[in-house]
T-cell receptor
């Protein structure tokens, strides 16, 4: 079945440091890939997405490229801020009607220190 | 667009009481909504799929008589935790799919924190 594996945390960085959170996936078909962010005490917010191979999703300085050859969707940001402290979830979903085939990674907690 | 709300955002109740949580899609129609449970510092666990006008589909290990789901309209699904106990304390999150969107994205509500005393 489909699955997502992402880098275990927690990750602690200083402000303006470079961020990479690794995410790899296993899928039988051609899934869409997502990164969600969860701030303390809140639900999930979509950070970025990519729906086909070689697509690059980007938002708020974060980027991730859909790499079919390496089955990866690593999240990157060139210069993190304290406000980026949150938990990040990688996820995939294939079209399957009303069924929920969305699979989440375990989440990576990021703490950015000033 | 694609906003999902939940009510209440938090609730504290006594053991043995029932609690209802509402999930609404505010600006789109959703024939399918999903209910998740999240324990502290863990990922989301899918509990059930809520389909408008039909019975919900529960994941293995989730008690359907314990967690009652009703999806009476294209914009509202409710989750009722019946006879709640302290072990039911958790963060409950709903999500919905927009019928009009081509790709398979889910829009998440802000979550409801349930504490059972």
């Amino acid at each position: 079945g489909n699955s997502v594996t992402q880098m275990e945390g927690p990750v602690t960085l200083s402000e303006e440091a470079f961020l990479t959170i690794n995410c790899t996936y296993t899928a039988t078909g051609y899934p869409s890939l997502f990164w969600y962010v969860q701030y303390p005490g809140e639900g999930l917010q979509l950070l970025l997405k990519a729906t086909k191979a070689d697509d690059k999703g980007s938002n708020k300085g974060f980027e991730a490229t859909y790499r079919k050859e390496t089955t990866s969707f690593h999240l990157e940001k060139g210069s993190v801020q304290v406000s980026d402290s949150a938990v990040y979830f990688c996820a995939l979903s294939e079209r399957s009607g009303n069924n929920n085939d969305m699979r989440f990674g375990a989440g990576t907690r990021l703490t950015v220190k000033p | 667009g694609a906003v999902v709300s939940q009510h209440p955002s938090w609730v504290i109740c006594k053991s043995g009481t029932s609690v209802k949580i509402e999930c609404r899609s505010l600006d789109f129609q959703a024939t399918t909504m999903f209910w998740y449970r999240q324990f502290p510092k863990q990922s989301l666990m899918l509990m059930a799929t809520s389909n408008e006008g039909s019975k919900a589909t529960y994941e293995q290990g989730v008690e359907k008589d314990k967690f009652l789901i009703n999806h009476a309209s294209l914009t509202l699904s409710t989750l009722t935790v019946t006879s709640a106990h302290p072990e039911d304390s958790s963060f409950y999150i709903c999500s919905a799919r927009d019928l009009q969107r081509a790709y398979n994205e889910q829009f998440f509500g802000p979550g409801t924190r349930l504490t059972v005393l």
